[in-house]
């Protein structure tokens, strides 16, 4: 019938889109869902507080600082900057093993890693081996883009030019000193080591370096950083792509080395122990401190014991506040029924 | 005629804004003058700068320019739509001083017609038996309840004819008034061959009219466009904006604001590090040449300036379009506001104020069209003291009447209007019985009237009458077999069951104001004397002869029945008139009406004398047909505390009537305040005098208080008992007075009821600009004729009343539809939901960003103030545009707290968006100090947990690329779960939204850290392989965990005991039953109107013989019936005038000047 389409000609779809009649699923608020779950959460909650604090209790941290602030330091004849290859120790005593894979951070505070200039001011194309930016590095690694001679610097930027570079060696003192092995390889994170530096591709590495120079604090070129070792030198170098994984906060600790030795793989052994430590890094200056940190790790990493505690208070404020929702409905939803 | 060479406005009226080659420059330009886009601008010209981009370009491009394009889209789709709607050019070259051919009965649908015209000369009619030479009528439609307006064309060119070399020959000079917008009124000269003749309103057309009666004429284009007389009563145009809006812009304000104060603060937390540590860090963090820490710290300003600007979001906007053009989709669609009668569904003509709907406080309703159909029908009669019209069944009772009752066939008589329906068979029976008091009765209805029948076929009837009363009353006559056939100025044709009989018509005493009735003398065939008389029943009650009591006392029981059913009544007598008497009578009527002086009151008085002793015949019912459902919508809004005003052109008795009919006027009110005074001092003292009854010992001074210095609003009063208020466009002018308007409103509003009569379109928007002055609340208006144009275009919201022909009121409207009862459904259902959504979005965004933006405030104490972004910048830029935009879109295009049949159960449902309750300053300033705390906890629990922590393998896991991540995982998981909690109606769309932003957020994070992005671009990717060493860690995912929830539990409990503490009204309606919607009855004892058009008769015309001058075609048979009712297309539409100026305010009180029409649009012309 023509006419009757005609007629309804305008009428619109019926569907449950248009007619705004979507099936849904619609929540409410109601005492049955939320005060069983508030329950349910603070269970949980407690559960997993309890077990995060009993782990990170269970992970031993011994942290040294060894700025040298201190005049009984043996650091302190260091720490004014004055001496050149300064060498300085540090002495600590384990009273019971240190167990597990003991890693060996070093640590730095009041450095301002995360302050945007720290951390912008770096040329990731030079870091990944385009040569291209080793003859002109991007601006944003101003003042360290160009030497006064106008060399390029690679690598370039405040990043990599304020690289940390003392050095430590521990020695466990038994029967005079015996060197605790330290294992640099895998410190840095996988994909940094395997694709975000490359070197560039030329053998030997140094002539890729032509016509640049090296960052000026640094007292070696980068192509030098470890000449013993091929897979960690120059941008590869472990040392430095630790380094340059800036820190997001002020305090940070970065890991230096781990403690893999055969004899050593299970942990420290109690006894006297001294590291020798290169103190170059000036921190005087704008009142930083830098330690030592030896710890092992647990399935949720290094010692924390915030998250244990979090959980647990937040898990027990739950409880509480359950509680009184049920006392608050209790108290009004009868009333509200008669 | 002479074309004036002087520039006079054309036709035309230009709306579309761009054409290909200027709208993307136009555009940009416009889009960067709004403040938001001009300010994205600013930040990408600071980013731009070395050393203070503290992001990178694309941050704000990419956000940029899809905004740009989505808006630039709609401007365009916008625009083209405008085009489309622009129509025949032809009527935009009429220019002033042309001369064009109107034609009969044709009207042109569309905005761009025509002018204001004056018609010269009309020629003498080719079919047209009844009209005139030069005479013309502009339109009744049958749809309206409004009078043919006769205009007559000067003799001077009337002579002319259509003859159109004379015509063109012709040399004149117009003088006239300057374009205004007094309808009533025209005054000027026509200059020609020397002689001078005046131009009256007679001899003008106004644009919008539609001519009938006439085929064709000729008219002299005076004004045109914009001049017009109809649109300068249009009003202004204004561009609308929400109430939202507004508050937005306030807010958006306040958050520059704001914006600067953080940002100076961060300023000085740099002036103060780069002091006492930076100066020291030089070391490894050397500065450039020439920045000392003051000037750090300069930059540093505006480098958070564009971190920050993430606190203004620039994709509100679009997001708020987005959503209002969504949910405006939803009204088109709605097949519940959908009009199968006429085929017509609702429409969202302005897609940016739904929201608005859900906040509506005031109604102004026009009545005729809106309220009513504007269909009279003959309803129900009492003759000779049995009344007609009810259907009873067997057992006596009275049976509702429905679309099934079964209705008397017409069959028996071929003349009958097929369209009219009768359901009493018991009347066609009386007739069919020739029971004399009902051919009496029904004689009387066809042939006291000034109808005028048009026969173009043969049977095929079109009647003309000046009101569809009338109308109504010579249809039944008609179909009960009394067809008023035809008129000459001396006789009036009748078919009396079938058989022909022809009244010589002596004399018409015609209606006016005053005298409340008409009479018609007529001599039947057989050569009896008869008047006939109707009018109001009180006036023919005084002139019947008394041997009618009886009958009277049983007629008046049933007057007093059908006023109850809001039936308009008149009463019929008749008398028969003594041959001699009457022919001295016609001697002194003779005299009197060639009299001079005082021949008005001389007719009166010969009018009173012979109408008397009239005998009683009965009375007609006619019911002004409500549209269907308006006193139950009207209930439900009241329920929703919105205040209906009925603002109308016609009489007060009509408004009145309405106004019980509707259920606005009820008899239990407490009182009624009527003013119709005639000056300032009697308007006043009758507005003080109902405060008084109102508020006894109301101070007089209305209470006020001051927003600011310029913005008074008036509070709203609580009032013991209900009131309504009528008040006439009179006293209206007085009332809408600065010294008065005050006094006004307070009396207006605190009654429940107010009803403005007899109002000029100007005062209705006038009515409705002194709301919004001195309320603050939303308004809407609605109405169907151009007469509501103006009121329209004023309130917050125009609605139109679509489906029937007159398109003026939707044109201007903002939202239209085809009957008023969808109104409940726009307002409870659609409005309430839109606001809904709006501010659920708008506390939403807000919340989401704020949180968003807040966290680069705690971070920066650990990174020296360096305007460093917590986030990835890539996370920066997809935030808004993709891992949080299309959630909380779908929220506010689905959400429904409760559905539409809790809405309409429980209208009280609405008034929080009266109040502005869910998103004003402090909603706001919660949801920021909501968004303070997540961020505090989005901030520092990583912090805390990330501290000094590593990778389960030893490795590095607090570096500032890990906290990133981990920062903006918690936060897209903590403003996922605050949508989830907001949302409360979860369809398959809102979980597909949801789960994919989640989804998408892990891909795109995924992808852009992967090995192949950055080695395609190394320095945009620089995040390279930290999802994956980050998020494979359990006290990362134990961490998010735990922001997550401690970011929203609190939020639940507070919630939670809200609901168990402080109930809303949502909460309370869930639990109570569904209360079934009572029919509402009426039970009003109040006589209603009398069903005359209430104007100045034409008689005169009727029986004029210049007027009437050729023979009525002779009838035979073989009828084919197509006649309707009227014979007027559905057009145009009436109002009433009253005066806005003083000088207007002297006219005679006695009788109301003729009601002057609107005319919703179109004439047909052809050049």
């Given amino acids: 019938m023509p006419k009757k389409e005609l007629e309804t000609a305008n009428r619109p779809d019926n569907t449950a889109f248009t007619q705004q009649r979507l099936p849904a699923w619609q929540p409410i608020l109601s005492a049955g869902i939320v005060i069983p779950g508030f329950v349910l959460i603070g269970l949980a909650f407690i559960g997993i507080g309890v077990a995060l604090f009993l782990t990170s209790r269970n992970i031993t941290v011994l942290e040294m600082d060894y700025t040298g602030v201190e005049t009984t330091s043996d650091c302190y004849k260091c720490s004014a900057g004055t001496l050149p290859n300064c060498v300085c120790n540090l002495y600590f005593t384990l009273n019971e093993t240190f167990p597990g894979t003991v890693y060996f951070y070093y640590g730095l505070s009041n450095y301002f890693q995360s302050y945007r200039k720290f951390g912008a001011s770096r040329d990731d194309n030079q870091l990944s081996g385009d040569t291209y930016y080793f003859t002109s590095p991007l601006a944003v690694c101003t003042p360290y883009q160009y030497d006064v001679n106008n060399n390029p610097i690679v690598p370039c930027g405040i990043s990599a030019n304020s690289m940390f570079n003392d050095t430590f060696n521990l020695y466990q003192l038994v029967n005079g000193s015996k060197t605790v092995p330290l294992d640099g390889r895998g410190i840095a994170w996988w994909s940094d080591y395997n694709i975000k530096f490359r070197n560039p591709t030329s053998d030997p590495l140094r002539n890729a370096f032509n016509g640049t120079v090296k960052p000026p604090f640094w007292s070696k070129p980068v192509f030098e950083l470890d000449l013993t070792d091929k897979s960690n030198n120059g941008f590869l170098n472990q040392d430095f792509l630790v380094w340059m994984r800036r820190a997001a906060l002020p305090n940070f600790r970065k890991l230096y080395r781990r403690i893999t030795g055969p004899d050593y793989a299970s942990g420290l052994p109690p006894g006297n122990y001294t590291i020798e430590i290169a103190y170059n890094y000036p921190v005087m200056s704008f009142n930083g401190r830098k330690k030592v940190v030896l710890s092992n790790v647990s399935w949720m990493g290094g010692k924390n014991d915030f998250l244990g505690v979090a959980y647990l208070v937040v898990g027990s404020l739950c409880i509480v506040m359950s509680m009184v929702m049920l006392i608050v409905y209790a108290k009004f939803k009868f009333p509200d029924d008669v | ?253 306040c958050i520059f604001g704001f914006l600067a104060v953080m940002c100076t603060i961060l300023a000085i937390g740099n002036r103060i590090w780069e002091q006492r540590w930076g100066s020291d860090f030089t070391a490894f963090l050397p500065r450039e040449d020439g920045v000392n820490a003051s000037f750090s710290a300069f930059l540093t300003f505006w480098s958070y300036i564009i971190i920050l600007n993430t606190v203004v979001p620039i994709s509100l906007y679009v997001s708020m379009e987005v959503i209002r053009l969504g949910n405006s989709f939803y009204i088109d669609w709605d097949r519940n506001m959908y009009h199968a009668h006429s085929d017509t569904p609702a429409e969202a003509r302005t897609t940016t104020l739904n929201e608005e709907l859900g906040q509506i406080k005031y109604i102004f309703s026009d009545k005729t069209g809106t309220l009513t159909q504007n269909i009279m029908t003959f309803n129900k009669c009492s003759i000779n003291g049995k009344s007609y019209g009810d259907v009873i069944d067997y057992n006596g009772q009275r049976l509702e009447i429905n679309e099934n009752t079964e209705t008397v066939d017409w069959s028996f008589n071929p003349l009958a209007d097929q369209r009219f329906s009768f359901h009493d068979h018991s009347l066609v029976e009386a007739v069919k019985l020739e029971s004399p008091e009902v051919h009496t009765f029904f004689r009387l209805l066809s042939l006291c009237h000034t109808v005028m029948a048009e026969e173009k076929r043969e049977g095929e009837l079109l009647y003309q009458a000046q009101s569809p009363d009338e109308g109504a009353l010579v249809t039944a006559a008609r179909n009960f077999g009394f067809v008023f056939r035809s008129r000459t100025p001396e006789s009036v044709t009748v078919v009396e069951m079938g058989k022909q009989r022809c009244y010589d018509l002596l004399a018409i005493l015609d209606f006016n104001n005053v005298r409340k009735r008409m009479s018609v003398i007529v001599r039947s065939p057989e050569g009896k004397l008869c008047l006939y008389c109707k009018g109001a029943d009180t006036i023919i009650y005084e002139r019947l002869h008394q041997s009618c009591s009886k009958l009277m006392d049983i007629t008046t029981e049933h007057l007093n029945e059908y006023a109850g059913e809001g039936l308009r009544t008149l009463a019929l007598a008749c008398k028969d008139l003594d041959e001699k008497y009457f022919k001295e009578w016609q001697q002194r009527h003779h005299v009197a009406s060639t009299a001079l002086e005082d021949r008005e009151q001389k007719l009166d008085l010969l009018y009173e004398e012979i109408e008397k002793d009239l005998m009683l015949l009965g009375a007609t019912a006619i019911e002004d047909k409500l549209q269907d459902g308006v006193p139950q919508t009207i209930e439900q809004l009241s329920q929703a505390d919105i205040k209906i005003w009925v603002l109308t052109g016609d009489k007060q008795e009509t408004a009145e009537n309405i106004g019980y009919s509707c259920n606005m006027l009820r008899e239990e009110m407490n009182d009624i305040f009527i003013v119709s005074a005639n000056n300032t001092d009697d308007v006043r003292q009758e507005l003080r005098n109902a405060l008084n009854a109102i508020k006894p010992g109301a101070e007089v001074f209305t209470p006020v208080t001051s927003l600011g210095s310029k913005v008074k609003v008036i509070k709203d009063e609580e009032v013991d008992g209900e009131f309504g208020l009528v008040i006439n466009g009179h006293s209206l002018a007085y009332a809408l007075d600065g010294s008065m308007e005050l006094l006004f409103l307070r009396v207006a509003c605190l009654c429940k009821t107010v009803i403005c009569c007899r109002v000029t379109p100007l005062q209705k928007a006038q009515v409705v600009e002194l709301v919004k002055k001195y309320k603050q609340a939303v308004t809407l208006a609605i109405g169907d004729g151009a007469n509501d144009v103006s009121m329209i275009k004023a309130a917050h919201i125009g609605v139109g009343i679509s489906g029937q022909e007159g398109m003026q009121a939707v044109l201007s409207s903002d939202y239209s539809f085809a009957q008023f009862r969808y109104l409940e459904r726009l307002l409870l259902v659609h409005g309430r939901w839109s606001y809904l959504r709006m501010c659920k979005f708008l506390s939403y965004f807000f919340y989401k960003n704020f949180t968003f933006t807040f966290v680069h405030l705690w971070y920066a104490f650990f990174c020296g103030f360096s305007a460093q972004t917590v986030y990835d910048e890539w996370f920066i830029t997809l935030y808004n545009l993709v891992y949080t935009a299309l959630p909380v879109l779908g929220m506010s295009l689905f959400d429904q707290d409760v559905n539409d049949m809790w809405s309409f159960q429980h209208p009280k449902l609405y008034v929080p968006g009266q109040l502005n309750q869910y998103f004003s300053k402090t909603a706001f300033f919660k949801c920021a100090l909501h968004s303070v705390y997540s961020s505090v906890v989005l901030f520092f629990i990583p912090y805390a947990a990330m501290y000094d922590t590593v990778r389960s393998d030893g490795k590095d896991i607090a570096d500032y690329q890990s906290f990133a991540l981990l920062t903006q995982t918690c936060l897209v998981f903590t403003v996922c779960i605050q949508l989830g909690l907001d949302m409360s109606y979860w369809t398959a769309v809102n979980q597909l939204f949801v789960w994919g932003s989640l989804t998408m957020y892990f891909a795109v994070t995924f992808a852009m850290y992967s090995n192949g992005m950055y080695l395609a671009a190394p320095a945009s990717f620089p995040f390279i392989g930290t999802a994956r060493n980050s998020l494979n860690q359990p006290n990362v995912w134990l961490t998010i965990l735990l922001t997550s929830i401690l970011c929203v539990l609190p939020v639940v409990a507070y919630r939670f005991l809200l609901i168990q503490l402080r109930p809303t009204i949502n909460n309370k309606a869930a639990p109570l039953p569904p209360k079934r919607r009572a029919k509402i009855r009426r039970s009003s004892t109040r006589r209603s109107g009398y069903a005359f058009s209430h104007a100045q008769g034409y008689g005169d015309l009727v029986t004029s013989t210049r007027f009437l001058r050729r023979p009525a075609i002779v009838p035979s048979s073989g009828f084919t019936l197509l006649g309707r009712t009227t014979g007027f297309s559905p057009m145009g539409r009436s109002a009433g005038y009253s005066p806005t100026g003083h000088a207007q305010n002297n006219r005679p009180r006695d009788v109301e000047a003729t009601s002057l029409q609107m005319y919703s649009t179109a004439q047909t012309l052809g050049l």
């Fill in chain 2, 1 to 253: 005629i002479e074309r004036y060479e002087k520039v006079y406005t054309t036709n035309a009226i230009k709306t579309s804004k761009y054409n290909v080659f200027t709208f993307l420059p136009l555009n940009l330009f416009e889009q960067f003058q709004r403040i938001a886009n001009a300010y994205f601008l600013i930040l990408l010209l600071l980013q731009l700068i070395p050393a203070i981009s503290s992001l990178s370009w694309f941050t704000t491009v990419v956000p940029l320019v899809l905004v740009l394009s989505v808006t630039a889209a709609k401007d365009a789709t916008d625009d083209i739509v405008s085009i489309n709607m622009l129509q025949s050019e032809r009527w935009m070259n009429v220019q002033v001083g042309d001369i064009i051919k109107l034609e009969n009965n044709q009207f042109v649908t569309g905005f761009l017609l025509l002018m204001f015209s004056r018609l010269l000369s009309s020629p003498h009619p080719l079919l047209s038996f009844s009209s005139p030479p030069s005479f013309l009528y502009s339109s009744t439609p049958p749809l309206r309840e409004t009078n043919l307006k006769v205009k007559q064309a000067l003799t001077v060119t009337g002579d002319m004819g259509d003859n159109i070399q004379k015509l063109a020959a012709f040399n004149g000079e117009v003088r006239c008034e300057p374009p205004n917008n007094r309808l009533d009124r025209f005054t000027g000269t026509l200059n020609n061959a020397g002689q001078k003749y005046s131009l009256d309103n007679n001899r003008i057309l106004l644009r919008g009219c539609t001519l009938r009666n006439t085929d064709w004429c000729f008219g002299l284009v005076l004004f045109g466009g914009p001049e017009t007389k109809l649109m300068k009563n249009c009003g202004k145009t204004t561009f609308k904006r929400t109430s939202v809006d507004r508050l937005m812009n306030v807010l958006v304000l």
